[in-house]
Nanobody, 122 residues
Framework: QVQLVESGGGLVQAGGSLTLSCAASGRTFSTYAIAWFRQTSGKEREFVAG????????YYADSVKGRFTISRDNAKNMVYLQMNSLKPEDTAVYYC???????????????WGQGTQVTVSS
């Protein structure tokens, strides 16, 4: 089992930056792919970025490519999402998730954090 806790959300102006952190517990963390998803009220959960178990492969939604960077530190059981050049449309609750499959389909992820709110003002 893996427990995930996100942090680092907040209010930022458009063009600004934030770094989200996902702290994981569980000895098998390093065997899981991790992804960040986001969701706004009334909309389906949207894939943002993912990283494989070793950190050697990353993948991004087109909407964030070139602006967001996902990374992980398996020694610390941490995953990060560096978000630059933020836009108002990036406003959402951001979730980290752990799964064996590792792709952009949220149904492939077994463990989820509680989410952290990111608000980007124009």
């Amino acid at each position: 089992q893996v427990q995930l806790v996100e942090s680092g959300g907040g209010l930022v102006q458009a063009g600004g930056s934030l770094t989200l952190s996902c702290a994981a517990s569980g000895r098998t963390f390093s065997t899981y792919a991790i992804a960040w998803f986001r969701q706004t009220s009334g909309k389906e959960r949207e894939f943002v970025a993912g990283i494989n178990w070793s950190g050697g492969r990353t993948y991004y939604a087109d909407s964030v490519k070139g602006r967001f960077t996902i990374s992980r530190d398996n020694a610390k059981n941490m995953v990060y999402l560096q978000m630059n050049s933020l836009k108002p449309e990036d406003t959402a609750v951001y979730y980290c998730a752990a799964g064996r499959g590792g792709n952009s389909d949220y149904t492939n992820y077994d463990y989820w954090g509680q989410g952290t709110q990111v608000t980007v003002s124009s």
